[in-house]
């Protein structure tokens, strides 16, 4: 069975919307960030970096949200989240690294700024730096939406999903995808899948219990 080690606040979400969406068997191992549980010797044995998340299914131990989510697709969504061809393939994980090294630094740039400061304490110089940085970046996404809804085609797969999880930093930010209008409908789309609004209520439910 799918063991994902997180907080739903964290990147552990990522898991979980992938695990829903392939409908895989899994459990949440709920670690508190507040009581620092992912520095814990029983954490730090799963993954010695103390950060979040990580997966054990049988033998199979590991780390990095977005590698996990194709660990995920590839043993539970075969001919769907992982398409059956391998063209399909090759591009979830150039999309999956696109995600990770081209998006998430400018992503999580904004999102720790705003996530984590009061707005007087915000670095607007930097918040307008990474907003540029990222409108080119955006662009790359939305050219490849021009023709097709989704990147691989028609069907939602890992390289949309991996992209979301990573553009949804940009839209929680403030960053403004209107002016890409086939990103912004692809956004939707994504973030609208049962498969997000389970995570979207599990943060929702989280909350209510930290509050
Ligand atoms: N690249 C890693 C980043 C992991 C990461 O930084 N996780 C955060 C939570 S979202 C964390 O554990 N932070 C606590 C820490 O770094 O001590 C991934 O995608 O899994």
Same mark, same amino acid.
């Given at each position: 069975?799918?063991?994902?080690?997180?907080?739903?606040?964290?990147?552990?979400?990522?898991?979980?919307?992938?695990?829903?969406?392939?409908?895989?068997?899994?459990?949440?191992?709920?670690?508190?960030?507040?009581?620092?549980?992912?520095?814990?010797?029983?954490?730090l044995? *799963?993954?010695?970096?103390?950060?979040?998340?990580?997966?054990?299914?049988?033998?199979?131990?590991?780390?990095?949200?977005?590698?996990?989510?194709?660990? *995920?697709? /590839?043993?539970?969504?075969?001919?769907?989240? =992982?398409?059956?061809?391998?063209?399909?393939?090759?591009?979830?994980?150039?999309?999956?690294? =696109?995600?990770?090294?081209?998006?998430?630094?400018?992503?999580?740039?904004?999102?720790?700024?705003?996530?984590f400061?009061k707005?007087?304490?915000?670095?607007?110089?930097?918040?307008?730096?990474? %907003?540029?940085?990222?409108?080119? *970046?955006?662009?790359?996404?939305? %050219?490849?939406? /021009?023709?097709?809804?989704? *990147?691989?085609?028609?069907?939602?797969?890992?390289?949309?999903?991996?992209? %979301?999880?990573?553009?949804?930093?940009?839209?929680?930010?403030?960053?403004?995808?209107?002016?890409?209008?086939?990103?912004?409908?692809?956004?939707?789309?994504? %973030?609208?899948?049962?498969?997000?609004?389970?995570? /979207?209520?599990?943060?929702? /439910?989280?909350m209510?219990?930290a509050?």
């Open positions: 069975m799918l063991k994902i080690y997180g907080s739903v606040m964290s990147r552990a979400s990522r898991n979980i919307w992938a695990a829903e969406e392939c409908a895989a068997p899994y459990e949440l191992v709920s670690l508190d960030f507040r009581k620092g549980e992912h520095k814990q010797p029983a954490y044995a *799963i993954n010695p970096a103390g950060k979040m998340p990580s997966i054990v299914d049988g033998d199979v131990v590991m780390a990095e949200s977005l590698a996990i989510n194709a660990f *995920i697709a /590839q043993k539970y969504g075969k001919g769907k989240l =992982w398409p059956a061809d391998e063209k399909g393939q090759a591009k979830c994980l150039q999309w999956t690294l =696109w995600a990770a090294a081209e998006l998430e630094p400018v992503a999580y740039g904004r999102l720790r700024e705003v996530l400061k707005e007087d304490e915000r670095d607007h110089k930097l918040l307008a730096e990474l %907003a540029e940085r990222g409108k080119p *970046i955006v662009g790359v996404l939305d %050219a490849v939406l /021009q023709d097709t809804p989704f *990147i691989c085609g028609s069907q939602f797969t890992l390289a949309d999903l991996n992209v %979301a999880c990573v553009m949804e930093y940009m839209v929680r930010s403030n960053f403004d995808i209107s002016p890409w209008p086939k990103t912004a409908a692809w956004y939707k789309a994504c %973030a609208g899948r049962l498969g997000n609004m389970k995570v /979207q209520e599990m943060r929702a /439910q989280a209510k219990v509050a």
